[in-house]
């Protein structure tokens, strides 16, 4: 898992977004993940997501070729 291109343990997931949000009162989340991520891992970053004020969750696709 990785928050701005960084690194990060799902556990500090809200924590680093709560301060890479700094003072302001909404951001948009946008979720990236391929076919080889298990739909568990997802889910978990989207339950610690949620329990950000403000997050917006947006997920990203891609056009089949």
Do not use: Y
């Not at 339950?47 to 070729?65: E, F, S, W, Y």
């Amino acid at each position: 898992v990785s928050l701005d291109r960084q690194p990060v343990g799902v556990d500090r997931l809200a924590a680093q977004v709560k301060t890479a949000m700094g003072n302001r009162s909404e951001v948009l989340v946008v979720i990236n993940a391929d076919t080889k991520v298990e739909h568990g891992q997802v889910v978990a970053v989207m339950d610690q997501l949620r329990t950000v004020q403000g997050v917006k969750l947006g997920i990203a696709t891609k056009k089949p070729i």
